[in-house]
């Protein structure tokens, strides 16, 4: 890959560094995360205003196309975003799934009414959407998906259940796939639809995780009505149109996991140091400081297999293993650093949220049990 930035992207570089500069939000960490990948409930308001803002200034949506409330910019400049977000330390997007996922596949595949409508309330986070794939039956083989959608005239009828369906329960829409056809295939009799969450028949019920939190939902369906218009890409064309959204899943999960990933070492070496075992901070055990060092090495080698992506994007190819790999890359790592802030905290590390001893009030306890999910969610690892 060529790093080299042309005058306008050094100029676009700069323009973030500023804006970021005078627009983070202070002490934002300890009310969203300081060192994990997902906001806890009482950050949502909080990290919807900042995406709006985010989106205001001309940083969301970097690489859609202007019709739609894009910058039309490339993946460099996506890339550079990023990297300025994670040396800021920058709160991430609220409407991560909307803007990862739902957005470009409306964009690559929806009708010029679905173009006008959706995108640029995603980027704006004034629609926050979900992903409605897995079932209790269907997760790593999706396509053995039941939830049923039958024709009534211009509408679909849709009876079923999804599970684990993240954001669900403050979501305004979610990417909904279910089966048109019994008698094909099971890959060939889905259809993707665009369901409006606060239709009569959607039923919410929160999951609490080991966490704690209530992160992801149960949703069910009872003769829920779609319009045909809701429709993505075609009746019974669901499993490319939603391959299509996976795809870019896992290039989203690339770019912004990276961010994460780099954030959380910064604070883990923070943890470190301020942390004393045996009378001398953690930071200068060496063993730790080991793994702290393979730490940072990884986050830089998953940095650059994010720029490989990239520029086959550049190219005009499609993204590649280096997306999947990235993924992968994202787990490893992310758990091995969540378990060295246990090993670093030592004895404390028993100390949950609300107890009067924790280190940063459990924050690390929290992100450690959470972590447990990163090689489940987005497609097991063994998958
Ligand atoms: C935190 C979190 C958030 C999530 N958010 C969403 C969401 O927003 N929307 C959504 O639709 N889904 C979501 N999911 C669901 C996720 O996509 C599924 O959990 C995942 O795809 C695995 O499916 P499953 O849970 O049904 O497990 P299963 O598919 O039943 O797998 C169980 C185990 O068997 C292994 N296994 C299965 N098949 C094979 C095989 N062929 N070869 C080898 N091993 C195999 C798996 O690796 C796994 O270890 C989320 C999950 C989590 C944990």
């Known amino acids: 890959m060529d790093f080299t930035l042309t005058p306008e992207q050094e100029e676009f570089r700069e323009s973030v560094r500023a804006w970021l500069k005078a627009n983070m939000p202070r002490e934002w960490d300890r ?19 900042w995406q709006r803002k985010m989106y205001d ?5 970097i690489t859609w196309p202007k019709e739609v409330g894009g910058r039309g910019l490339t993946f460099m400049e996506e890339m550079i975003l990023h990297q300025e977000m994670a040396l800021a330390k920058a ?8 803007v990862g996922m739902a957005g470009p596949t409306i964009v690559a595949y929806g009708t010029e009414e679905q173009k006008q409508r959706y995108p640029a309330k995603i980027l704006s986070c004034e629609e926050v959407w979900c992903q409605g794939y897995s079932e209790p039956n269907a997760g790593s083989d999706l396509a053995a998906l039941q ?47 665009l369901l ?12 609490r995780q080991i966490t704690g939190d209530a992160e992801f939902n149960e949703v069910f369906f009872d003769n829920v009505r779609i319009h045909e218009s809701q429709i993505l890409g075609g009746v019974n064309n669901g499993w490319a149109v939603g391959l299509t959204t996976l795809m870019y899943e896992r290039l989203a999960l690339g770019f912004g996991l990276q961010v994460r990933l780099r954030i959380a070492l910064d604070s883990l070496v923070a ?113």
Not at 196 to 207: E, F, I, N, Q, S
Request: proline share 6%; net charge positive; hydrophobic share 40%.
């Open 31 to 49: 009310r969203v995360m300081a060192a994990s990948d997902v906001p806890r409930p009482e950050a949502y308001e909080f990290l919807r205003t």
């Open 57 to 61: 200034a001309g940083f969301v949506g």
């Open 91 to 98: 709160p991430p997007l609220l409407n991560i799934l909307g």
């Open 147 to 193: 939830t049923r959608a039958v024709k009534d005239g211009e509408h679909w009828v849709v009876n079923g259940q999804k599970v684990w369906t993240s954001l669900a329960h403050i979501a305004d829409w979610m990417m909904l796939l279910a089966r048109t056809d019994v008698g094909v295939p099971k890959h060939k009799g889905i259809t993707y639809f």
């Open 196 to 207: 409006d969450m606060h239709a009569p028949g959607v039923t919410v019920k929160p999951l």
């Open 271 to 383: 943890l470190a140091r301020r942390t004393t075992k045996n009378g001398t901070p953690a930071s200068q055990d060496p063993v730790i400081r080991q793994k702290l060092a393979q730490l940072w090495i990884d986050t830089e080698v998953f940095k650059y297999t994010g720029a490989r992506a990239i520029t086959r994007l550049l190219k005009g190819e499609l993204p590649g293993p280096e997306a999947s790999t990235g993924k992968m890359m994202w787990v490893e790592g992310h758990q091995r650093l969540q378990e060295l802030a246990m090993e670093i905290e030592g004895p404390y590390a028993q100390l949950t949220r609300g107890s009067a001893w924790a280190i940063a009030d459990g924050l690390w306890q929290h992100t450690f049990l959470r972590s447990r999910a990163n090689s489940i969610e987005g497609g097991t690892t063994e998958i």
